[in-house]
Structure formats: C-alpha cells, structure tokens
C-alpha cells in the first residue's frame, strides 16, 4: 500500500497508509486533536488546515464553503490521498487542568472510625524465629505460621512477585518485619500484599486512595488509612474528553481502530497524574511502595473504559454492561501507578446508565438510611436519579445531553477563567449585569450562567415559556445573530476574544431539552412507585455542577421541582466522598454492594410515560403551572409575558 | 569507564566495559560457554582460547603451563583489560537434545478414571437467555447464573483479561458457549478460564501437562483430561546445565548479577520447546489457547529457579527453601507457553533437598499406601530415599554428587551415543568387554557404565575393597598414566576422539563417595526408625538413572542393599508420572499434598550418625561384610582379592 508523509506544526513528520483519516496520522505523530464527538463528525471541532498536498474530505459538516475553500477539513472526516502538510489552529487546543482545584472538599472520617475494626488493610509487626538446623521449615511457613499466632488468620494468600522477595526482605531485617495484609472479598481469605523493613511506628501513615473517575473530571483523595484523614485531593479533566465529551462520543471512539487502548491510556495518565501531585501535595517520595489501596467509582463506561472492557453493548439496545459487580484488581492489572499489588475495589453499578458513582453517592448522601422519601440527583452529561429510602430505592437515568456543562451551547464552555456563572437582567431595561469566574473579561457561559441567564430571560419576559424571543422589547441586545435570534449578553468589544457572547434560539431549545429530560425522570420515577413529587422530604443534590447552581434560578426553569430551598442539599462529589467511605469501612464497601443489589432500575427509554413527561416539560417551568406554584407566582408578579 | 571490544568467532562484536569476565562477554554477545561448574572455575570446561588482545587470568585452575602460553583461558575466570580476540574450543559446545528419547514411557490412566468426578477441570455447554430491554443483566451475571444453573457453582472468579472478552464471544457465538472452570485450591471457589465458541464436541480433547523439571532432564507429557490418556512425550536436557551441572553451581550462578534471570529464561525455554515438540506429534496447532492446565514436579531448587524465588538459603545452612508448598499460578505468570490463564499446580516439596519429584515419587510409586515397609530411591546428582508405608514415611537426602551422571569423572559422559553402558572383566585375562550406546566407538562411561566397571574391578581383583590398583595384575591396562593408576577401558585407536579412556583412581574415589552416601543415607535412615534393612519388603527405584542399572553391580559396590532382585522395581520417571496422576485427578493430588505433610525429613549434615554410616560404606562393598552376604560370597567364589 502507498505510503503518504503527513507534517504537522513543530513535530517530525510520519509515513501513513493512503486512506489513513488525518485524525488517525495525528495520533500517530503524537499530537492532540480534540474530537469531542468521538470522531464522528458532528462537532467539528477537529477542523484543521491543510496547507499543502490533497486530502479527499468524506464530510464538510459545519464548515463553511469559504472553510473549505481556505483548506479547512476535519480531522475526524478527511482522507489522506497524498503528501500533506497540516496546521492545527490554535483555538483547538485543549485545555488541560480545572484552572483552580475549586471542588477541593472539607472532609471529616466517618465519626467513631476505628481502622482496627473498620479496615479491610492490617498492618502487623512479625517477629520470626530464624530457622536452624532444628527447625528448618521454609520461609512462607514461617512467615503464616507467625501471622496466624498473632491474628489467627489461617487462610493467608500471596502473589509470585512478594514470594519472590520473601526470603531476602526477612533476612536483611534479621526475621523483624512489618506485613501488610488485606482481608479479600472471599470471606475468611487473606493476602499478604507487602513485607516493609523492620517493626514500622505504629503512627507511620498508611495510605489508599479514593478515586472517582467522571467522564469530566478526574479527582483523587490521599487517605490515611489509619486515622482516616485526607491527606490531599487533586483533580483535572478527564484525558479522554479530547478524543469524545460525552460517553457516548467516547465509546464510538473505543470501537475504532486502536480507540479503546488510547482512551484507556489516556483515563491512566489522568489517574497516575493526580497520584504524583497528591503524593508531591503530601511530600511522599515514593507512591508505588507507600500506597497501598484504593476503590474507584465512576460511571458504568468510565469502569468499562479503565479496565479495557468492551462498552459498545452499553451504547446498544437493549443497554447493557459487560460486568456491573467487578471482582478485585491489583493496582498492576488495572496500570495504576501505585504499590502494584494493592487491592483495588472498583465500586458496582446497577445498570448502564446508573454506575458505581451513583452508588457511591447513595451511600455517601445517607440516602439509602434515609427515615423519609429522598431524592438523590446527580446531573452532569447524564442526569441520573434515584428515590427511596432505607426501605426501598428506584432508580433511573436521562440522557440529559452535555448543555449544562456548556456544550451544545455555542458561547458554552466549562467553569473556568472567564466563564459567565450569573445573570441578572434588569426587568425595565433588559440590560444584563454578569459575574464571572475570575475577574476577567467574559469568554463564554458556563452551567450555573446558562441556568441563570434562561431563568432571567423567562421571567424578565425576555422569552416566553416555550422558549421563543419577544422582538418587540426596546433593547437591541434581541437581535437576529448569524445562528437566528439571540440576546446579546456581552458585545464584542467587552469580551475576551472580540466576539459577542450571546444565547440563541438553538442553545435555548438544547437547554429546554436538557433540563426536560431531567425533570421528566423525577417525575417518571415518582411515578412508578405512586408518590407524589410533593411528600419527598429532602432534595440532594451531589456531582460537581450542583454545586455551584442557584436553587432558585434551577426550580424557576423547571430544572428542579417547586420545593421550599430548605430542603434542598447540595454535596458537592458525592461519588468520590462515596469511594472515601469505602476505602476506610469494609461496612461501608458492603452497603455500597447492598445498595447497587436494592435499587430497582427503570429503563426510561422503553417508558412510553417518560416521552409524555418529557414533551410536558420542555416548556418554562412546565407545561402544567400547578407543578411550579411559587414559580407561578413570581412570574405574575415580575408582570412579564405580555406576549403570549 | 573504559570500554573494550570482545569478538568471538562467528557472531558480532560486543563492547564490555574493562573488568568484565569473558563469560559475561560471551552472554551479551549470544554466544553459549559450557559453565558446569556454575562459573567457579572449578570444572575447567569453560576454558577458551585468547587468540589476540590482552586478559587478566584470576585463576588457571585445571589449565597446565602450555594450555595458558598457547592463550588458554578460563572463560569464567578472566578479565578483559584490552580488545580481545577470543576462540570457543568445538569440544566445549554443549549436546543439546537427548539423542533418543529413550525415556518414553508406557503409561495407562489410572484404572476407573473418571474426569467427571476426577478432574478438577470442567467443559460446559452454556446457552444463555440474551438480554432484553425487560432483563438488562450484564454479561457476567448472566454468565453467573447460566453455570450456577447447571452446575450448582456459587462462586465463580474471572480475571481481567477474560473479562475483557466475554462480550464479544457470547455476542459472537449468539450466547451458545463452552465454559471451561476449574477448581482453585480454595474450598468451594471455582475460576472461569476460558469461553469458548459454539457447544464443543464432548469428544473434543481437553489438553494438560504433566512436568517435570529435572537438574538434568525436562519432561513433558501432553495428556487428554478426558480420557486421561497421555497423547505425546518429549524431554530434553535442562539448558541451565550450561550455567552449571548440578544444584549447587546452578544456586551459585543464579546469585551473580543477572544470573537468576538467565537460568530462569534457559529452563522456560527448555519447556517451552517440549510444549512446541508435544504440540507438533499432535498436531496442535495453537497450544496457547488449547492447553489449559499444568502440573510440574520437580526438585526444590529446579522449583525455585522456575519461579525466580532466590534459592541461597537452600545451599547454606541451615538449608531451607523460600517456600515448599507453592500457592496456584496461572501459565501466564510462571511463563508457559500455553493457555494463559490455565492454572498451573506447582507440588509441593517436604525439605531443601527433598522436593516435589520426591513427593510425586512416592505418589506414583504407590509408597504411601504400601502395606509393607518399603524402600523408594531417587538417584541422582543427590540421593534422596524415604522409607514408610501407609502408616509413616521418613526422608533425607544425601549429597551423592553428579558422578553416576558421569561428571568427577575424567572419561564420565551421559548416557548418549558412544557411552559405554555396561562392562565385563574376564577374570583370568582381566580384558574388558563393553557395552556401547548406539553402536559406535566408545567416547567415555555413563552412570550404568562406572557402576559396572567399578563391581567388575572388585570382582576380578583388578581393585580391592579400598579401591586401590592391583599393580601386580598380568595386563598393561593397569597402568600409571597422566592422574595417576588407571584402568583403560579402550585404547586410543579403538576410540571415538582418539584418546583412551581409563578409569581412574581419582575416578574411583568420586565414584566410591557417591555410593557411600547413599548407602549411608538409607541406613541411617533406617536405624531413625529402628527398623533393620532385612524387614524392608522392596525397594523401588526411581528416576531416568535407576533405569539402566544392574541391580546385582550396584549391589555388588554396595550402593544398593544386598536383597533378592525380585524385591527391586524400577519405576522410570516417578515424578513426571506423580505429576501426570495430579494433572488427572483432585484425589491425587490431595494425596501428594498429604505426602508433603506426613514426611519426616531427616537432615543428615546435622546427624553423626551419618558421617560414620559414611565412612564405613566407604569400601567395596563395605566394611561390614556382613551387610552384604552374597557379595561376600561372590568374591570368595570367584577367588580374587589375594591382594589385601
């Protein structure tokens, strides 16, 4: 097969076949294209430059004829049939860190933790009798025999990898050691994990991880597993988001070519970046002898992509997982750049869409020993959700579509430096006043603004409750933009970039899709257990985005439904407080296993009522006014929507 | 450093830097040196020629005045200080396969063997209810519950790289498969090995291996688990007897820089190669996916070599193992080329010196349900002996040292073509008759030779009890030669190479240590338990060497107990046939294991006893005549030994 060079700006050169896709040579030389669709041309975020050769473009979605005219092509789409010479323009590079750690959460251990009854990890110092000519047993007996006298652990397992360092560690230490040993989850079954040097202080740290690995954001807490401490937390995106946003864009990808190895690469460089800075955070020179356990939760394809399990069934009707209840790992067989033989728990899911991060937060939010009907919410690209109480819990999940995380949105982006995170509009004047994350010049919105900004413009009259512009208010901020009608929230010259950020129709009916998926599910899931929305005593809200949203604001959109504030609970990353619990507690871990074996899971896409509800809700609150009653009223007071 | 360049004939140069052996040259630059002495320039085999450039010779050991002035070297000995020219001499070169495989061994399953009750190993046919929007299980829990359904098994473990796989299969074979499990070593858990397409003919073989990893000699047995028939044989030497011949050397080298690494990858090859071999006379194509279980037997120091476990303390008192009773592994971790998660079961061995060949041996052997006392002999470079019944059994080993396998021996060789196998001194003329291997001119002596020289010397009078020359003798075989009085077996123009071959004195002495320490060992291990030779009932001989003996010679020098023949059996390969009844049955090898247990191990270097049973059976055939009445009658018979 005809081989083709294709350069790229500032690396070398390579050699692909004829018919290798630009995004595929990309990968080869090494650079970084984003692709958050997965390659499948619908974001045409990967458009490059072809500055020089011939390519045959198979798509020209969302470029311009001019685009194209100008060598534009996308990466994801286009054929090499030549030697080429391509330019990455700028704006497409990837923002690679959260620009501050601002999730970084107050964490108190479970009050009352004790590691000698909670801890699944052991610690014990052994001193053996040194073997003689009278007592010539082997060194693993011995090292058994000497555990067993002070547990009466009887069932002891170990790896090739310490057996093979056995004999040397004991005689170097003159037969004084301190073994490590983890309870397996094969009852009465053990494994020595580690033999350190000598009898270890009793105050001498010991450390595990918890790891919540969401298809954004990647975060991970250092853990003394002995006082129960969080020694430092980090988190960064998610590596993978430049290869799909979203996890359906994520397992298209893994079902191309080499898709699956690079996202798994790519999640593992995240996860062992985030252990080297919390162990630099905690002056810890060497993590992959000092940390010796961690439990991961995330969602179903986040666990599918980590272990390098095939997700494509996930995607597919009828929906579903290869393994929701995963056995254990060793820290080396998932590729974590920790102590290699640590036992890792990857939490379990419940079905496709309801993972172990939704587990995990039903744990760490109380709610499955909840006296009274709880909501739980856990918005983010998906909207998954679950009722109940210590008696009962139905789950289900939406796809919500990643608006409030600023995609879809075209002035959308995340939560960083520049992004607009509130909105007021005057009700007279129709002029905004913004705040923004950073005190800097506003580069777009990010889900809180998106939220407030809807919010703002439905009650300010702005829009009306299906969405559409009035073009009749005394303010040129309403205008027809390139995309069709928008409101102008920053003009060009008061931007970052030099262009105008606004919110069109097009971002207006994706974010009423979104939240309507969203609040179609609460009330299919109140629904099918036959109870009203009304007697739910308490709201908690966990994932990154409830965080930082405005109650208010959310329940004006018909987001979240019309209760008092005061029983709304936001707690922040719920999945990974989750993992932090059953990290410490082997009680806890099984009332994470109880809690994936209880919950109940509604498939909503073959739930004819969830359309209805869907279609009910894709109005401002809701198409039924009686739902949002406090909303109702503000909306008659603030005297808006003359047009009807 | 300075770097020096290293050329040896016919490969490409190495650099290495000054102060390197040339033994270590020769590793980097691919090149095999036979080290039988493990490289402590004691065996003077690895000798090399300098042919230009300049060494440092540390020791010349073995090496006369002229072979150093004509640029002799010991390659594991001497250091390069320059560029260096070096020639390996032809004669160093290492025989690499046994010339025929004599050792093919007839064997039959067990009587009643029966896999369905027998076999640890289990085939199912599984067809699963695909899933549906109304049963969203995930693959594994439908998979679960399929076996459970039909095999009542709760507790079935997967590894990652399986689970990495079963979405696809089951898609792929439309959810009909064939599960194969096995029973793990744990009570009640059973692992999923391998999913295989489609429902497999139950006439479809199901294929293991029985093996056994000899200091001398690998063997390796492809057996059907279900018919239990053992379909193809093959063994070869150990290819670690380059790096030293007998145990210790091999411990020995394996504690020098790579050295462990080095022996561990020459004996997988070694296996390996048997693995291909089997496959071939089969007609396997792909064992790596259709061999799917092991068992190895094997001495305890072959065992640790095998797994990478340092062996030091097994060569230094007080001599004990890392580890005697190994945990289960998969192929994939030990390094068979085989089915990667096939559960590979490493036996169990009882002492440093008396390891898992010993405890299959006496499984095959049927030694630990005889009813009688009954002797059981594994002769080799050691001598390990246990004695029992059903009732107990006690073992030692003794340090005979390689010379039945013809190393200490100057014109000692194995048993291959040119070995003179068997010898006959007429006791008037006192002219030899001998016995060749593959009728050729005679190259040196095997094991079974040097027995029957050294009887047939006693018998004649050509020696004396003591072992010393009879110098008086009419015949010019006896004669003062280069190390001393020897005997010559074949002059220089009757043999092979041209040079005659002799037995020595200092021959004689090697020979007469040897058997001393194992007649010493089985008596001392006798008056352990206070039981006389006489009420011992048989005695059976293991191991490829007790093979091709004559009972009456090896009587005849006392190296086995003077008893009537029909008391004696020789079994072949006991261990590789423990092994073979272990890969068949759970009942075997749990009788293996309580084998292991039940051995008294008797350490002999610890026992005065030993030392004086030693020295008395330093004569022909020993001090007490009485031990031995019909070679005493003998000898008065034939009328020799008028020199005393």
Redesign the interface.
Known sequence: MTEYRVSFDQVDPVMVPGGALLSEAAVRAGVQIAQPCGGQGRCGRCAVQVEKGEVRRRSTLRLSAEDVANGFALACQTVVVGNVVVTIPEQETIERHLTTERIAAEVKPPPGYDPQRDQSLQRIHLTLPP???????????RLQTAVRQQTGIT?L??S?PL??K???VL?AENWHVTALIAETS?SS?FNLIHLLPGHLPADKPLLGLAIDIGTTTVTVWLVDLLSGQVIAQAAEYNRQIQLGEDVISRIIYAGKNNGHAELRKLVLQSINTLIERVAQKSSLKNPQSSIVKAVIAGNSIMMHLL????A??IRL???????????A?TAQ??GLNMHPEAPVTCLPGV??YVGADITAGVLSSGLDDAIDTTLFLDIGTNGEIVLGSRDWLVTCACSAGPAFEGAGVRDGMRATSGAIEEVWIDSHTYEPTLRIIGETQPRGLCGSGLISVLAEMFLTGVIDKGGNFNTHLPNKRIRQGENGLEYVLAWADESWHGKAIAITRVDIDNLLRAKAAIYAGITVLAESVGIPLESVSQVLIGGAFGKYINVEKAVQIGLLPDKPWEQFNFLGNTAVLGAYYALLSQTARQRIEDIAGRMT?I?L??DNSFYEAFTSALFLPHTDAHQFPTVSQVVMESGSHVVE
């Open positions: 073997p003689t000519m009278d007592d010539q047993r082997d060194d693993w007996s069932n397992t170990i090739l057996l093979q056995i004999g040397t005689r094969q079954i272990l390098g399990i095939p494509e069934s009707a009828p929906f579903v997982t290869a393994v929701n209840h995963l056995p790992f067989e998932i079905a496709s899971y498939e896409s073959a």
